[in-house]
C-alpha cells in the first residue's frame, strides 16, 4: 500500500487528482469483493479493468515443481482474471468503448521447459481472453490482450524468490522491455475508438526473436 501511495501522489502531482488506491489480493474472492464494493462507491461505472496482477514462482521441472508455487500462479494469473473479469463486468458499460485488458505472456503461446506451470497459466489467460470476447460480443465490451516478452521489472526477483544474483543474469546482456514499453502499448490498445478491438498484440524486445532465440552481448 505504501508503494500505491506513492504512485498515487505522483500522479495527483501530474495532474491525475482523482487517482485512488485500495488493496487487493485477486487470488481472494472475499478480497476481490470488498474491492469492488469499494469501487462501487467511488465510481458509477468502470471503463476499464487491466488484469496485471500476477507473476511466475520458481522455474523448475513437473517432477520437482512445488504445490504452494502452482497454486500461487494459478490462484493469481488464472483465478485473478476470472474473478476480477466477473466482479467487475456489471460496472462496464454496454457499447461504449469498455474494455477487459488482459496482460498475458509469450510464455503462454510457446511453452518452455521448467516453466509449465507459469506457462500453463498464460496460455489459460489467452483462452479465457478468447471466451470472453465471444461471450461479450452483443454488449460492445472489448476483450484484449497484450503479452510481453522479456521485460526487467521485479518478475524474476519474485521467479527466484528474492534471489539478486539470479534474477540478474536473466537480462544480462540483453536490452530488455521495461515497464514503461508495455504500459504505453496498452494505453495505445485501450485508446482506440470504442469499434476498434486490438485482440491480441505481442511485444517483445528486439534481442528477442523468440522465446528461446535471445540474442546477449558479452558483458
Ligand atoms: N516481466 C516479464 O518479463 C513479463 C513477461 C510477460 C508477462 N508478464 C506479466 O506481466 C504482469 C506484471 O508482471 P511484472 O513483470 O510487472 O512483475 P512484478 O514487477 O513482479 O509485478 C507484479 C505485480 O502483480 C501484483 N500481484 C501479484 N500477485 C497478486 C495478487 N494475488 N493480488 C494482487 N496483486 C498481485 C504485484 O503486487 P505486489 O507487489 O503487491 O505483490 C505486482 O504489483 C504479470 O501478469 C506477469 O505474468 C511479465
Known sequence: MDRLEHVAA?????????????????????????????????????????????????LESVAEGKDADWEAM?????????????????????????????????????????GAAYCGSKAAELAITRSLRMELNTVGIRVATVDPGLAETEFSMVRFKGDADRSKKVYAGTRPLVAEDVAEAMVWVASRPPHVCIDEMVIKPTDQAAVHKLHRRAV
Do not use: C, F, K
Open 74 to 114: 494459478m490462484q493469481a494469473n488464472v483465478l485473478g482474471v476470472l474473478r476480477m473479469t466477473r466482479a467487475v463486468l456489471p460496472l462496464v458499460p454496454h457499447d461504449a468503448g469498455g474494455m477487459i485488458l488482459n496482460v498475458g505472456s509469450i510464455a503462454g503461446r510457446t511453452p518452455y521447459e521448467n
Open 10 to 58: 505522483e500522479a495527483r502531482s501530474a495532474g491525475s487528482p482523482d487517482v485512488r488506491v485500495h488493496a487487493l489480493d485477486v487470488a481472494s474472492t472475499s478480497s476481490v469483493e470488498t474491492y469492488v464494493a469499494w469501487v462501487r462507491t467511488v465510481a458509477e461505472r468502470v471503463d476499464i479493468l487491466v488484469n496485471n496482477a500476477g507473476g511466475a514462482h520458481g
